[in-house]
């Protein structure tokens, strides 16, 4: 299973949990992993959190990952992964509630962990998977709107290796079509090569 056990040690399922608001598209953007999963011959669910969807309410979405069947049904309390759409939630929901030590964390900001009041996080948890990324930002200069899903997939690609760029892209134009496809498959591709600029980075600050 390659990368999957990489993350998830003896658990074979790679467990999402995505944060956001409504409006945001959060639920759009587990299934647009599932579809990426699927496109690299995996098996996958995506659903979302039962409650209000109301825009600008709380949303969590989920996804599974797995190279077997998936029969689990449940709403997933121990991610291997965390996407948070929306940072004004980091402190009004417990969202890194049941995160494993070696999770990955993906935020939608322009700020640090600790200029986001994280650095507790950044003590817990592996440096190196926990990153922020301009999503809004990239979402409104290639889609001219404030939907950051895509976005963020991408990014996502690029942290975890644990899936690809093209499937994310491939994807993008399963949900979508024509012009606004191709805005969000920039979108994200844009993303990739952030997060890539910043890990790399990273490890070169880890080096010296």
């Given at each position: 299973m390659g990368g999957l056990l990489a993350i998830a040690g003896d658990r074979l399922m790679l467990q999402i949990r995505i944060?956001?608001?409504?409006?945001?598209?959060?639920?759009?953007?587990?299934?647009?992993?599932?579809?990426?999963?699927?496109?690299?011959?995996?098996?996958?669910?995506?659903?979302?959190?039962?409650?209000?969807?109301?825009?600008?309410?709380?949303?969590?979405?989920?996804?599974?990952?797995?190279?077997?069947?998936?029969?689990?049904?449940?709403?997933?309390?121990?991610?291997?992964?965390?996407?948070?759409?929306?940072?004004?939630l980091l402190h009004q929901v417990d969202v890194f509630q049941g995160l494993h030590a070696d999770g990955y964390v993906l935020i939608n900001s322009k700020r640090s962990f600790h200029d986001l009041g994280l650095a507790d996080i950044e003590k817990r948890f592996r440096v190196e998977r926990l990153t922020t990324l301009p999503a809004t930002e990239i979402a409104l200069k290639h889609l001219g709107r404030p939907l950051p899903n895509a976005v963020l997939l991408g990014g996502f690609a690029a942290l975890s290796g644990l899936i690809t760029l093209e499937a994310v892209a491939h994807a993008i134009c399963t949900k979508f079509s024509g012009k606004t496809a191709d805005a969000n498959v920039a979108a994200a591709s844009e993303a990739y090569l952030y997060i890539q600029r910043e890990m790399e980075e990273l490890a070169h600050a880890q080096t010296n």
């Open positions: 944060h956001g608001r409504g409006g945001q598209g959060v639920v759009t953007a587990a299934e647009m992993l599932s579809v990426a999963a699927f496109e690299q011959g995996r098996h996958a669910q995506a659903f979302p959190s039962f409650g209000s969807e109301r825009t600008g309410a709380p949303v969590v979405a989920f996804c599974r990952i797995d190279d077997r069947e998936i029969r689990l049904r449940e709403p997933i309390q121990a991610p291997d992964v965390l996407i948070v759409q929306d940072p004004t």
